[in-house]
């Protein structure tokens, strides 16, 4: 037997301003799709934002319903919607806000594994690292690719 030790890097912000001005978009773009959350039962509304490689941006966000699990997460949101309506472009970064009654948290939004393994399918298709930002208004992380959230993520059925 032998301890393998498993280790990434990410960035952390403690403000907005103190990022990439394409961050930033990307961010704000997020906080704009967390209007169009639909969260009547857990009140906690998630925004996201995906840039495509031509510089698209595609916003989503969180949408509950009373036959639960029927709602979908903000991220799936975006990137399904990214994935239909520019196929063949690849995702190059993905935002995530979220909190309560239509707020952003002080902490970062981290995504569900769900959201992680179709981060992980859509970085695989575009053959390219998709970064990840998880944003909070006091405290913010940014990931390379989407493997630094997601260790051993599930590919048997991807063609190598």
Same mark, same amino acid.
């Given at each position: 037997?032998?301890?393998?030790?498993?280790?990434?890097?990410?960035?952390?912000? !403690?403000?907005?301003?103190?990022?990439?001005?394409?961050?930033?978009?990307?961010?704000?773009? @997020?906080?704009?799709?967390?209007?169009? !959350?639909?969260?009547?039962? !857990?009140?906690?509304?998630?925004?996201? @934002?995906?840039?495509?490689?031509?510089?698209?941006?595609?916003?989503?966000?969180?949408?509950?319903?009373?036959?639960?699990?029927?709602?979908?997460?903000?991220?799936?949101?975006?990137?399904? @919607?990214?994935? @239909?309506?520019?196929?063949?472009?690849?995702?190059?970064?993905?935002?995530?806000?979220?909190?309560?009654?239509?707020?952003?948290?002080?902490?970062?939004?981290?995504?569900?594994?769900?959201?992680?393994?179709?981060?992980?399918?859509?970085?695989?298709?575009?053959?390219?690292?998709?970064?990840?930002?998880?944003?909070?208004?006091?405290?913010?992380?940014?990931?390379?690719?989407?493997?630094?959230?997601?260790?051993?993520?599930?590919?048997?059925?991807?063609?190598?």
């Amino acid at each position: 037997m032998k301890t393998v030790n498993l280790s990434f890097n990410y960035r952390e912000y !403690s403000s907005i301003e103190e990022m990439e001005p394409r961050d930033r978009e990307l961010v704000e773009a @997020a906080i704009d799709a967390q209007k169009g !959350s639909y969260a009547p039962y !857990s009140k906690f509304n998630v925004g996201a @934002a995906v840039r495509l490689d031509d510089g698209t941006i595609v916003k989503g966000a969180n949408q509950e319903n009373s036959a639960y699990p029927s709602g979908l997460c903000a991220e799936r949101t975006a990137m399904f @919607a990214a994935n @239909a309506q520019n196929p063949g472009k690849a995702m190059t970064a993905l935002a995530i806000v979220g909190g309560f009654d239509h707020t952003v948290s002080d902490t970062p939004c981290t995504p569900c594994g769900a959201c992680r393994q179709v981060m992980a399918e859509y970085q695989n298709l575009g053959g390219r690292p998709l970064e990840v930002i998880m944003f909070g208004a006091a405290q913010t992380w940014k990931f390379d690719r989407v493997d630094d959230i997601l260790p051993f993520i599930f590919d048997s059925f991807y063609e190598k």
